[in-house]
DNA sequence: AAAGTTATTATAATCATTCTAAAGTAATTT
DNA sequence: AAATTACTTTAGAATGATTATAATAACTTT
């Protein structure tokens, strides 16, 4: 645990999101001020394999990294662009079952009208 | 529809499977000799839009490209890390009732053992 | 056939991410 | 506590997929 890895947990515990990593260098900048974007690669790389947190990777753009552990889905909106978090409970068991071969893991992207923009509408 | 295009229906239509943008130039190539790779990028990404082709993105990776018209989720082998296709039959409706609103896309990646490797295995 | 639109080409640019090598820090052994 | 080892950070360059730009070519419409 170096002050580069306590300073990265921290802004993304207080900042709770899913922010592209030049986001968190730039929050990580503000608590360590010599901070260097590799260590933020290196860490969020590592935190990914850890599984403390996840990648989320959308085509065209860097990728996002949220700290949730809990495992749930992204709502991406199609009208504003926010991501979302959702939980589907026992997603990945019922997955399993319905394949029939144990998911490892697993990535759903849903592209739809997040809560704020469906309250808006209305 | 201009010849380039064409050659690049063909070699995805003739070549079926999950294709980089790079892999699709180089068969592209073959039918089509002086084609240059933003013509293909061009294309592929007009017919991602028309819903021709879909777009499986992993992070660190290029994306790939799937001809496949029928809506259908992605195995990644987590062995071997092929890209498998496989059918949850009417899962976009099933996923719209269950989150409470109208699932306009979405992108299923399984990260699991593929077929090939499970028989192997054995 | 001229004018206008759209696609392709060649090339350069972008930008997220990784690599490299050196220096620093932490952990472990003596 | 000093010495050795392992790991992390740093600075900066490199990579590589993709997009932008500007010029040319190929269709379309009048």
Redesign the interface.
């Known amino acids: 645990m170096t002050r580069q890895r306590a300073a990265i947990i921290k802004v993304m515990r207080e900042n709770c999101g899913h922010f592209t990593a030049e986001e968190i260098f730039l929050m990580a900048q503000k608590e360590y001020p010599s901070i260097v974007r590799a260590t933020i690669y290196n860490n969020l790389n590592n935190m990914v394999e850890e599984g403390l947190v996840r ?1 989320i ?3 065209g753009q860097p ?1 996002r990294f949220d700290r949730n552990p809990m495992p749930h889905e992204h ?1 991406i909106c ?1 009208l504003c662009g926010a991501v979302e978090d ?1 939980s ?1 409970s026992d997603f990945k068991n019922r ?2 079952a ?2 029939g ?13 997040c809560s704020d923009c ?1 309250k808006n509408k209305n």
């Open positions: 990648r990777c959308q085509s990728d709502i199609t959702i589907l997955l399993s319905e394949i071969c144990e998911v490892e893991d697993y990535e759903l992207v849903i592209h739809c009208k469906r």
